[in-house]
């Protein structure tokens, strides 16, 4: 080896202890800016490409962490951790069946490792049960709607029940913000009420369309936020902050209330209760994990089942398919989960004829408004996560150009400072889960317009105390070894 190479290598394991170091610290952006430094001296070492498939992972960026993966494994077949952070994208992506592959390669490689032993068993088992539920499943045209089958009048409320309570039909202020302090100190509300709330939001969702236009008078404003995630006690502070919804105080919510916090059933009957109050000034968007694939594995399905019981499994899997996917604010700001398409040309009465009611498939366009993120480079490329596309500035220029509109407010991402503004300040990311999954060390955002001018006013916040109750506390064993 001449003395540039052996230097070159050297230099490139110096980069990878830093890259180390910004891991251990929760700075997987940088972790993963060393590691390529690293593989651009010496690219034929399999571990720092296993180890930026790591830190892809902790970015959600999958599809990524699986390219990087399968590059270790090809230097070296016989690397046990290229298989293992291999499996452990794929099985974040839902993946289950590669994934297994996987850890079968990493125990063959490692057959006396009883970590290895353990997360192979784990994973047959999710996977002989993910088999059994695609043996039992019916299509989504067939399934008999499981809201049609509950009578909530009829579950009687025990004397003892010393919770809110509704009178009647009606859900009034007072008991939203009687059963926000029940929420605050861990107690939930009787499962009447919580099947009154989310009965009435499928009502009042299934008559919206696909594609909602929103009004917002002169003088007025509105506020969006972006990701939830289940953190309930950030939400309480963004009311805080902002004031609770009400007719004056309108917000949208942009998708993924719930998964990774543990405290998703708290934020969906929030979010749901205000809809029931004020159904012309809480609005809600579906994101890509309002979806049975990614609760099953995130979280929000074994804390729904704990706290409420099988049958809102069910029901809330129903109504999220129910969720409108795209708002256009004053006929000037186009708000959606994730992004644009694959294909230029779609106008917004595309977008409002999607027929919505399904579980997300895995392209097209309502795939790519939930999934979909932008990418500094012009036109399209690959997604990190392996699911739709990135797309560039010139993509998001010609869209608003082609429907008459001035910015896109999408969600999605997790943003250091809790937003970002992008391509030539056309496109706003904003993400209101502050320090994220109790790790990531971001602020939380939300954005405020006014009428007439719709110009963003955006308001970034920090994470506040919560009760030890870890993220992904409610998903499955096996996946949170990967966490």
Known sequence: MDTTANSDVQKAEELKLKANESFKANKFSQAIELYSQAIELNSSNAVYWANRAFAHTKLEEYGSAVQDATKAIEIDPRYSKGYYRRGAAYLAMGKFKEALKDFQQVKKICPNDPDATRKLKECEKAVQKIRFEEAISV?????????????????EVEPQYAGPRIDGEEITLDFVKAMLDEFKKQKCIHKRYAYQIVLKTLE????????????????????VCGDVHGQYFDLLNIFELNGLPSEENPYLFNGDFVDRGSFSVEVI?????????????????????????????????GEVRSKLGEKFVELFAEVFCWLPLAHVINKKVFVVHGGLFSVDGVKLSDIRSIDRFCEPPEEGLMCELLWSDPQPQL?????????????????????????????IVRSHEVKDEGYEIEHDGKLITVFSAPNYCDQMGNK?????????????DIITFSAVPHPDVKPMAYANNFLRMFQ
Not at 142 to 151: G, W
Not at 445 to 454: D, S, Y
């Open 444 to 456: 939380g955002a939300f954005i405020r317009f006014t009428a007439p001018e719709m110009k963003p």
């Open 139 to 155: 299509g989504d045209a067939e399934r008999c709607s499981v809201a049609d089958s509950i009578d909530y009048h009829v579950i």
């Open 269 to 301: 009957l929030t979010l749901f209760a205000f809809k029931c109050l004020y159904p012309k000034a809480m609005y809600l968007a579906r994101g890509n994990h309002e979806s049975k694939n990614m609760n099953k594995i995130y979280g929000f399905e």
């Open 204 to 223: 009042l969702l299934r008559s919206m369309p696909s594609l909602v236009d929103v009004d917002v008078p002169n003088g007025g404003h509105f506020t």
């Open 379 to 407: 036109g399209r490329g690959p997604s990190k996560r392996g699911v739709a596309l990135s797309f560039g500035a010139d993509v998001t220029k010609k869209f608003l150009q082609e429907n008459n509109l001035d910015l």
